[in-house]
């Protein structure tokens, strides 16, 4: 969409689209047909679907010019050799930084590594010999995407100039909300309930967007992520029950590709001895690029702090445990264990305070 209202028409666009034309009246400029045999037709200049369609014979037969592949960080390289026989040319577009592609078997040999994984091999980000690294982020304010460049790009993600406009009334950046519990593992109560209090109290103040507008901050502006999906159910219960209901909740699966002005994510287990699946998904650097990255202006990390005192037994838990410690050490100190703002400097000297 963005780029149609940037750079061109969409009623340009001559696209093929499975199915009958919808009742209320289908899409200006795309010819409703069934079956994957109407794609390959020249007087179509848009193409789209899964990877059967362009495995399938009839792509082959009438390959496109340019097969740009989505999501590549997710897709399988035995999926996109299937796909990339139905084109002259081929592209992969994606970030392998962020949710890897859903594995339900044993792939030994690195066979289950998706195929922007093996074009990248041991580099974290896209070297120039081999592709193209696309290092401006037109959703983060510079405050956001100075932490994930940091921890996650080798530094070179850079925002926009225009993202430096995004503002709130509380701020900009990275904030941690510390909140004492015991014994949870994949929902917490106390985690829930601060969620709530702050989006209550933020909703309404004052937000100005990436063009400089302003306007009052709203639900749709506010985004709840969790690692679990008790905790997911939990939260979306408590918003619900303050009248909240309408802000968006849900795991970092759901979430990937989405934005909003302010995300909450919160971390639910009180120690990663709690952690069902163990400290490498709960701290996962790819999921918490995702849950922070999600952010145009702030984004709060909240979790209790006894979640930093992890005995890590490899060079692995403690690069993840890192992302973690880094976070709360660029981060303002959001809300004090006892559920006020803090104020003064008499907590973890780790932190700096604001």
């Known amino acids: 969409m963005a780029v149609c209202r940037e750079h061109g028409d969409p009623e340009l666009l001559r696209a093929v689209r499975r199915g009958p034309e919808p009742r209320s009246g289908g899409l200006s400029g795309v010819t409703y047909s069934g079956g994957n045999k109407a794609c390959a037709n020249a007087k179509y200049n848009l193409v789209a679907g899964t990877t059967w369609l362009f495995a399938g014979k009839d792509l082959r037969n009438a390959p496109v010019d340019t097969l740009i592949v989505d999501e590549a960080g997710q897709l ?13 040319n081929l592209i992969l577009l994606g970030d392998p930084l962020q949710l890897p592609q859903v594995a339900q078997a044993s792939h030994p040999g690195g066979s289950g590594a998706s195929v922007l994984e093996h074009v990248l091999g041991d580099e974290a980000t896209m070297p120039a010999e081999r592709g193209v690294f696309l290092d401006m982020t037109r959703r983060m304010h510079p405050d956001v995407c100075r932490f994930i460049s940091e921890r996650v790009y080798d530094g070179r993600l850079v925002s926009h100039e225009t993202c430096a406009q995004q503002t709130t009334e509380f701020g900009t950046g990275l904030r941690w909300s510390p909140v004492r519990h015991d014994g949870c593992s994949t929902e917490s109560v106390e985690e829930a309930e601060v969620v709530a209090r702050e989006v209550d109290r933020m ?10 507008e302003t306007r009052p901050l709203e ?22 029950d303050r009248g ?4 968006a909740v849900g795991t970092v699966d759901r979430f990937q ?13 009180s120690s990663a001895a709690d952690a069902p699946r163990g400290v490498g998904f709960l701290f996962s650097q790819n999921r918490l690029n995702v849950a922070i990255s999600r952010a ?39 809300i004090s264990p006892a559920g006020v703002r803090a104020a003064g400097r008499d907590q973890s000297p780790s932190v700096r305070h604001g």
């Open 76 to 88: 399988s390289l035995a999926d996109a050799l299937a796909a990339s026989g139905s084109a002259t």
């Open 203 to 212: 909703l309404g103040t004052v937000w100005t967007n990436q063009q400089g």
């Open 219 to 240: 639900a749709a502006d506010i985004m709840v992520v969790a690692p679990y999906n008790d905790q997911v159910n939990l939260i979306g219960r408590t918003l619900f």
């Open 244 to 247: 909240l209901g309408d802000v």
């Open 257 to 269: 590709g989405q934005e909003a002005a302010v995300v909450f994510y919160t971390m639910t287990a």
């Open 296 to 334: 145009r202006c702030l984004a709060f990390l909240v979790s209790t702090p006894n979640l930093f005192n992890v005995k890590a037994g490899s060079v692995s838990t403690m690069r993840l445990l890192a992302n973690l410690c880094a976070f709360r050490h660029e981060a303002n100190v959001a």
